[in-house]
């Protein structure tokens, strides 16, 4: 499975980092923690 930034994420769907981060908190982006940032677990968007 590819890791991807929440940053990538956000700029591949055309919203901010900030409406990604609440996405995750919301549960509707899975989300894995590293040591140095969050990173989205899973592409699929709910």
Same mark, same amino acid.
């Given at each position: ?5 929440? %940053? ?6 055309? @919203? ?11 549960? !509707?982006?899975?989300?894995? %923690?590293? @040591?140095? !940032? ?9």
């Amino acid at each position: 499975m590819k890791y991807i930034s929440v %940053k990538e994420w956000s700029n591949n769907h055309g @919203v901010s980092e900030r409406t990604a981060r609440n996405y995750c908190a919301q549960g !509707k982006i899975k989300l894995q %923690k590293s @040591v140095h !940032k969050t990173i989205i677990k899973s592409l699929n968007f709910k």
